[in-house]
């Protein structure tokens, strides 16, 4: 089984820049999440969808957007990149919102 | 109330040694504490995890204990080895869904066990 899929692996952006991170899981999960590490500041959650047709914001949700396209696919949107978002990007799904949740294996994304 | 933090940041340990991280929280309505385990360039899987009707619960050379009077939990890592060096970032989440039912990690330690 594939798991958590995440595409790109690897990305650099100019300031201003627009992109979308993907994610895709094979795990019939109903809840799915997009965090952000850094440094220091432990796994920090950007957006996350609780079942599908639904979104909603996490802790850091400024300068992003997300997508639920189906049960499967969680997107992340960067409207206009800022070196702020250098950061390693990790999708998760979860069956349920408190159960364990499975981790992409990230996208190292870096803003110039 | 829904943050969860961890301790030490940083951790060296010989090899055949115990590991020992700490975590503690404020929400009682917290009831799902996971343990999760992040090699250079992976993403964190879980390691094991616990709910609080239990105080201890091992597997293999991991263990949590549970103190719910305290808050606390941990993670004791027994004869570690090099290949158990890594990132542990323990996290928890409450019995309810909706925008404050998300697990909530801690910052992480770094472990590095020394041959």
Same mark, same amino acid.
């Given at each position: 089984?594939?798991?958590?899929?995440?595409?790109?692996? =690897?990305?650099?952006?100019?300031?201003?820049?627009?992109?979308?991170?993907?994610?895709?899981?094979?795990?019939?999960?109903?809840?799915?999440?997009?965090?952000?590490?850094?440094?220091?500041?432990?796994?920090?959650? $950007?957006?996350? *969808?609780? *079942? /599908?047709?639904?979104?909603?914001?996490? /802790?850091?949700?400024?300068?992003?957007?997300? *997508?639920?396209?189906?049960?499967?696919? =969680?997107?992340?949107?960067?409207? *206009?990149?800022?070196?702020?978002?250098?950061?390693?990007? =990790?999708?998760?799904?979860? $069956?349920?919102?408190?159960?364990?949740? =499975?981790?992409?294996?990230?996208?190292?994304?870096?803003?110039? | 109330?829904?943050?969860?933090?961890?301790? +030490?940041?940083?951790?060296?340990?010989?090899?055949?040694?115990?590991?020992?991280?700490? &975590?503690? %929280?404020?929400?009682?309505?917290?009831? %799902?504490?996971?343990? %999760?385990?992040?090699?250079?360039?992976?993403? +964190?899987?879980?390691?094991?995890?616990?709910? +609080?009707?239990?105080?201890?619960?091992?597997?293999?050379?991991?263990?949590?204990?549970?103190?719910?009077?305290?808050?606390?939990?941990?993670?004791?890592?027994?004869?570690?080895?090099?290949?158990?060096?890594?990132? %542990?970032? &323990?996290?928890?989440?409450?019995?309810?869904?909706?925008?404050?039912?998300?697990?909530?990690?801690?910052?992480?330690? @770094?472990?590095?066990? @020394?041959?």
């Amino acid at each position: 089984n594939a798991g958590v899929t995440q595409t790109p692996k =690897f990305q650099v952006l100019k300031t201003g820049q627009s992109m979308t991170l993907q994610c895709a899981q094979d795990m019939n999960h109903n809840s799915m999440y997009w965090y952000r590490q850094d440094p220091g500041m432990g796994l920090r959650l $950007i957006y996350y *969808s609780a *079942s /599908e047709g639904t979104t909603d914001k996490g /802790e850091v949700p400024n300068g992003y957007n997300v *997508s639920r396209l189906n049960k499967r696919e =969680f997107s992340l949107r960067l409207e *206009s990149a800022a070196p702020s978002q250098t950061s390693v990007y =990790f999708c998760a799904s979860s $069956i349920l919102q408190n159960a364990e949740a =499975f981790f992409g294996q990230g996208t190292r994304l870096t803003v110039v | 109330q829904q943050q969860v933090k961890q301790s +030490p940041q940083s951790l060296i340990v010989q090899k055949g040694g115990i590991s020992i991280i700490n &975590c503690a %929280y404020e929400n009682t309505a917290f009831d %799902y504490f996971p343990w %999760y385990q992040q090699f250079p360039g992976k993403g +964190p899987a879980l390691l094991i995890a616990i709910r +609080p009707d239990v105080s201890e619960k091992k597997e293999g050379r991991f263990t949590i204990s549970f103190n719910k009077s305290a808050k606390q939990f941990s993670l004791h890592i027994m004869d570690s080895q090099p290949g158990d060096s890594a990132t %542990y970032f &323990c996290a928890a989440s409450p019995n309810y869904g909706g925008s404050q039912g998300n697990l909530i990690f801690g910052k992480g330690t @770094k472990l590095s066990v @020394k041959p």
